[in-house]
């Protein structure tokens, strides 16, 4: 089975640690306790198609004074969620440094996911679904909207990354192979071209000896 770390990343109180509670047990908690131990991990397995993978997901610090420790958490993660609440504008502003803080911290991800969570607050909503497309596609990401309250929303956002993992993984792993075909194509010719060479070397050292006598 494959397992792949997925961290969450975003600005404090914008709902990590409920996403994550939701998706992997399937319970919300009203109250805001501030994650301060960086590093639980939770786990959950995934079927996409014929494989499946087992998600790590680590929950992260989002308070700002908790920002050096990150490197180690971000570190080796392959699925990256950038979290924002749809009610908070400074959440969203904030995205960008998110996403820097990744790129610095971080030499292995290969998926992102930006997250506007908090749909079920949609009359206090300041940012629009639009401005977070946006933002998504300006680095390459998915976009998602959830609400941690509700498991379906949630759900498809880890199910969604990990099947565009493994898509992107078995891309890679198909033109490897083309590849290899190739290079095996190209030697029976290779061999012919050197067996030639070979074969005039041969000629001419005929022809060299006999000069000689
Ligand atoms: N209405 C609503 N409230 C949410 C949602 N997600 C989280 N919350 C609330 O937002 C607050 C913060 O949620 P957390 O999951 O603790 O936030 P966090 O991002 O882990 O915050 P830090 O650990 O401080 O970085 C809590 O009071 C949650 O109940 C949501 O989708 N809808
Ligand atoms: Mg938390």
């Known amino acids: 089975m494959i397992s792949i770390k997925v961290i969450l990343i975003g600005d404090s109180g914008v709902g990590k640690t409920c996403l994550i509670q939701q998706y992997t047990s399937k319970e919300f908690t009203e109250e805001h306790i ?3 131990a ?3 991990k939770s786990f959950k397995e995934v079927k996409v198609g014929e494989k499946t993978l087992k998600l790590e997901i680590w929950d992260t610090v989002g308070q700002e004074k908790f920002k050096s420790v990150n490197k180690i958490y971000m570190n080796q993660a392959k699925i990256a969620l950038i979290v924002y609440d749809m009610t908070d504008q400074n959440s969203f502003n904030n995205l960008k440094n998110w996403y820097q803080e990744l790129k610095d ?3 292995s991800v290969e998926i992102i996911g930006v997250i506007a969570n908090k749909s079920d607050l949609y ?3 300041v940012i629009d679904k639009e401005e977070g497309e946006n933002y998504a596609k300006s680095i390459n990401a998915l976009f998602f909207e959830t609400s941690a309250m509700d498991y379906e929303s949630v759900a498809a956002v880890f199910e969604g990354l990990a099947k565009k993992y493994v898509e992107k993984k078995d891309k890679e792993d198909r033109k490897r192979e083309e590849d290899e075909q190739k290079k095996i ?3 029976p010719s ?3 071209e050197e067996k030639e060479k070979d074969q005039n070397y041969e000629k001419g050292a005929s022809i060299r000896r006999s000069n000689i006598f």
């Open 38 to 40: 960086a590093g639980d």
């Open 34 to 36: 501030t994650t301060i």
């Open 190 to 192: 290779k061999h012919k």
């Open 123 to 125: 009359e206090d909503k």
């Open 105 to 107: 911290k971080n030499d």
């Open 185 to 187: 194509k190209l030697e």
